[in-house]
């Protein structure tokens, strides 16, 4: 069997989603000389069809909302589609916006194929999108069986189903069909009841492919698509917002829809990409590693909440995009001891709010860098995962508080010894030193650096780091403070 | 009996009718934990957890402390906050093996170093907080009541809060330190596990004889 999955209206399903609007709609194309594409029920029933400009729909009924292409909903709706098709079976096949098809015939068969179909249908529904899905022994008579229905149609004898279908249901090039309906022939099952090869004779190859498609006897190959379904959400808005609100409000609706789809594949996020284009024509992005992956929509929420809590932009958001990195979820086997985090996510909630308080750069697991430049370290995001390191390593000595930034002072010297410091952090006479220490690096291009450091005593009991540049000499740090 | 008094086995009764209502929400301090540091372990049998312990005087020994609590978390494998009021703390100076199991957070003034403190308190999942203020200019602007609101805190915890000051300025706190200094500048060539075992130091525990309350200021 093969299943076609079809979001009929696709255009206008895009355009519609995410937006609370009631009554006649239309989406209009902005590059097909502006002429309405798609409408819904209601506006069919106001006599507004296809094809007319947005002043002859307004003209038939005033409250028709009449809505521009959503290119970004497009491609998030045959995101969901596809990940649908490939809950279904691994073989499947983009066959055009809108509409795919899966080859189930490597899947075993389910006891019922109505009860699949309805379970399909439901889970758009849930994400309140209407969707078409047929069941057929063929591709092309699964996708003829899926634009004839509403819900779920399933086709068991193929020759009864393409008997009854009208000759409209095909899409046949116009002397064909003039030619058929000069004929008298509203049906297939009138066409293929023609003599076969005088009809071909007659009505040529274009008849013959046709005929092949329908009477259920050839399966085309499906051009397959690799099942790496990106777990995306979009929205573009009318106007720039100005407050993070409706941001917030998408934001948890775009989770609701993606941790589904997530728990649905059995697989958690591992990141969140955030693009917020602005009405500059910038995109303002981010990326949020999840510290523990997860599909729970509070945890994922919160991170964004935390975020946007503390955003200032300087231009105003036109759209949002929210992209989900997923992987496998894996069991966690700690050492013998090893003591994990007992929330791992609470925990990176709690840093990202420190972030926010302190600024970017603040928070971190400190690590050193491959380089004797004086105060260079680094700070990663997160404890390391193979922090568990039994053996200490030898340290020496009391470990210096740095002064930042660097604090100036007068020091007198004695052939090239410092013997007295003058200053409002610290002032005596020098007892004790240790030095020089000569230091450079990064001989070979601008950046490079040389300094003398110097380890004192002073008479007063402070113990110092001081370097001298030139003439210039500073505080690097304290042993022992004043 | 005078008004403190009163107030005081007003507070207690209050206290117990609390824990009588609510016994989940009532966790006790006082058990302890050892740091690796044995002038402490030996004398008092470690840092208290579920209270806030005040280490004062010199800012050498408050480093070795430091280094000791490190060298524990690297040992029992577990993870420790900085909070730096100083932005101070010199990675250079430690082993990569106990920078791996410090969170850093750096902090330009005392409130928002107090406010990080908070955050990591009700985060729950760091079970030592270190925060650093010695050197702070303005430690007198944190109010008395941020560290009544950190002994009700952490005391709803298993976590250990140690605040490093030049001068005692916790306001009842558990414990009080007061560490010595610990060595010239000829103690840089020694190990600093030595340095650790040196360490001269005063412990004072609330309810003993010789506890020093900070100098309170007249208005």
């Known amino acids: ?482 | 009996m005078n008004a403190s008094g009163e107030m005081g086995g007003r507070l207690d009764s209050l206290r117990a009718l609390v824990e009588e209502k609510f016994p989940s929400r009532t966790v006790r301090p006082g058990r302890r934990r050892r740091i690796g540091c044995r002038p402490l372990d030996e004398r008092s049998g470690g840092l208290l957890t579920g209270a806030v312990t005040e280490v004062t005087g010199s800012s050498s020994g408050a480093q070795l402390l430091l280094a000791a609590l490190l060298g524990r978390a690297v040992q029992e494998g577990f993870q420790l906050g900085l909070v730096d009021a100083s932005r101070s703390f010199h990675p250079a100076d430690w082993p990569i093996s106990q920078l791996n199991r410090i969170l850093w957070v750096m902090c330009n003034e005392p409130k928002l170093a107090v406010q990080a403190v908070d955050f990591l308190i009700r985060d729950g999942n760091l079970p030592f907080l270190v925060l650093d203020l010695q050197g702070v200019r303005e430690i007198g602007k944190v109010p008395a009541s941020t560290w009544h609101r950190f002994h009700r805190l952490v005391e709803q915890s298993e976590i250990a809060l140690v605040v490093l000051s030049s001068k005692p300025v916790v306001e009842g706190a558990a414990m009080r330190i007061v560490v010595h200094r610990a060595g010239h500048l000829a103690a840089r060539l020694s190990q600093r596990r030595e340095l650790v075992e040196q360490l001269e130091l005063q412990i004072f525990e609330r309810g003993a004889v010789e506890f020093v309350e900070p100098e309170r200021k007249t208005a």
């Not at chain 1, 798609?38 to 007319?52: F, M, R, S, Y």
């Not at chain 1, 002859?56 to 045959?78: C, F, G, T």
């Open chain 1, 1 to 482: 069997m093969f299943a076609c999955l079809l979001l009929p209206q696709f255009r206008l399903a895009a355009a519609l989603r995410w937006r609370d609007c009631h009554g006649p709609a239309a989406v209009v194309d902005d590059h097909a000389k502006g002429l309405l594409l798609e409408v819904n029920e209601a506006a069919a029933a106001k006599n507004i069809h296809p094809g007319l400009t947005p002043a002859q729909a307004m003209a038939r009924d005033l409250r028709v909302h009449i809505l521009p292409r959503s290119p970004a909903q497009e491609e998030v709706l045959n995101h969901i589609l596809l990940d649908r098709a490939l809950g279904l079976s691994p073989d499947v096949e983009a066959t055009s916006p809108g509409l795919c098809v899966a080859d189930l015939r490597r899947r075993p068969k389910p006891p019922s194929w109505h009860g699949l179909g309805d379970e399909v249908v439901a889970r758009f529904a849930a994400e309140k999108l209407r969707a078409s899905v047929a069941f057929a022994p063929t591709p092309d008579l699964a996708l003829l069986a899926a634009k004839g229905t509403g819900s779920v149609a399933v086709v068991y004898d193929a020759s009864a189903f393409a008997g009854s279908l009208p000759v409209g249901a095909l899409e046949l090039s116009s002397p064909l069909a003039g030619t058929l309906r000069a004929w008298g022939i509203t049906t297939i099952g009138q066409w293929l009841a023609l003599p076969r090869a005088d009809m071909i004779e007659r009505l040529g190859s274009e008849a013959a492919a046709v005929l092949q498609k329908v009477s259920g006897r050839s399966k085309r190959p499906l051009r397959l698509i690799r099942p790496t379904v990106p777990y995306t959400e979009a929205f573009d808005f009318e106007h720039e917002v100005n407050t993070t609100e409706p941001l917030l409000f998408l934001l948890r609706r775009f989770l609701g829809s993606l941790t589904e789809r997530l728990q649905a594949g059995h697989r958690v996020a591992r990141c969140l990409q955030l693009g917020i284009p602005l009405d500059d024509g910038s995109t303002y992005g981010r990326s949020f590693t999840i510290p523990a992956p997860t599909s729970d929509l509070d945890v994922l929420f919160r991170i964004l909440d935390t975020h946007l809590s503390s955003l200032r932009l300087e231009q105003r958001p036109v759209g949002l995009r929210l992209e989900i990195e997923a992987g496998e979820q894996n069991g966690n086997q700690l050492g013998l001891f090893e003591s994990a985090l007992r929330d791992v996510n609470g925990f990176g909630e709690t840093l990202a709010r420190l972030k926010a308080l302190l600024g970017e750069g603040s928070v971190g697991v400190p690590g050193k860098l491959d380089t004797f430049r004086p105060d260079a370290f680094a700070l990663a995001p997160m404890f390391p995962p193979d922090a568990a390191v039994l053996r200490e390593e030898p340290a020496y000595g009391i470990p210096l508080r740095r002064c930042r930034p660097p604090i100036f002072v007068t020091v007198e010297t004695k052939a090239g010894i410092p013997v007295r410091l003058d200053s409002n952090f610290a002032r005596g006479t020098v007892v004790e030193t240790a030095g020089p220490f000569r230091l450079s690096g990064d001989w070979w291009d601008e950046q490079r650096w040389r300094t003398e450091e110097w380890d004192v005593e002073l008479d007063g009991g402070a113990m110092l780091r001081l370097s001298r540049s030139g003439a210039e000499w500073k505080v690097e740090g304290a042993y022992e403070l004043c």
